[in-house]
T-cell receptor, first 112, second 114 residues
Framework: SAVISQKPSRDICQRGTSLTIQCQVD?????MFWYRQQPGQSLTLIAT?????????ESGFVIDKFPISRPNLTFSTLTVSNMSPEDSSIYLCSVNRGEKLFFGSGTQLSVL | GDSVTQMEGPVTLSEEAFLTINCTYTATGYPSLFWYVQYPGEGLQLLLK?????DKGSNKGFEATYRKETTSFHLEKGSVQVSDSAVYFCALSGGNTGFQKLVFGTGTRLLVSP
């Protein structure tokens, strides 16, 4: 298994501001994944973060809106930039061990 | 592209009732199939998985069988408990998405009353 610490657990933000979410893993991993869970919808992969290279973004997500850092093999951050109410979601980081994905407890973001 | 469809909720049951949550998928090749569970206030946890046709995943009394002929992976439990109240997500990896990424269904909320 993997222990993943994610923070903040929740935040309420004003429109136009940015929020950085942190994800810490208890052991080194090659890839870290960032997902979004919009209200009443499924989880959607935002991007894959590899250490030492730029993140790979899925269709519909761009680096300017969701910049990601991956400074080492146990840590990553996701920033939600220039927020609007449509960004209100739960954001989750995850890592894989073989074919299993393990998730952090998520960051519940509300944008006013 | 790959996709997962699961029944809408909420599913409301009394304790000890039989549970079925339907899940069907669309994927090329031979994906692996998963059920994840999200208890209130907690993160997603892997509940069970199956990696090839006719495999049965099982855990905590829950079962699901990988049916390639019907492209289904329905979740079942013979006797639910109040503590099973949670949101259940069906997911796949492999196919077009590769084994590193998961494609999720929309989730089904289960509410079990005493």
């Amino acid at each position: 298994s993997a222990v993943i610490s994610q923070k903040p657990s929740r935040d309420i933000c004003q429109r136009g501001t940015s929020l950085t979410i942190q994800c810490q893993v208890d052991s080194q991993v090659t890839m870290m994944f960032w997902y979004r869970q919009q209200p009443g919808q499924s989880l959607t992969l935002i991007a894959t973060a590899n250490q030492g290279s730029e993140a790979t973004y899925e269709s519909g997500f761009v680096i300017d809106k969701f910049p990601i850092s991956r400074p080492n093999l146990t840590f990553s951050t996701l920033t939600v930039s220039n927020m609007s109410p449509e960004d209100s979601s739960i954001y989750l980081c995850s890592v894989n061990r073989g074919e299993k994905l393990f998730f952090g407890s998520g960051t519940q973001l509300s944008v006013l | 592209g790959d996709s997962v469809t699961q029944m809408e909720g909420p599913v409301t049951l009394s304790e000890e009732a039989f549970l079925t949550i339907n899940c069907t998928y669309t994927a090329t090749g031979y994906p692996s199939l998963f059920w994840y569970v999200q208890y209130p206030g907690e993160g997603l946890q892997l509940l069970l998985k199956a990696t090839k046709a006719d495999d049965k995943g099982s855990n905590k009394g829950f079962e699901a069988t990988y049916r390639k002929e019907t492209t289904s992976f329905h979740l079942e439990k013979g006797s639910v408990q109040v503590s099973d109240s949670a949101v259940y997500f069906c997911a796949l990896s492999g196919g077009n998405t590769g084994f590193q990424k998961l494609v999720f269904g929309t989730g089904t909320r289960l509410l079990v009353s005493p």
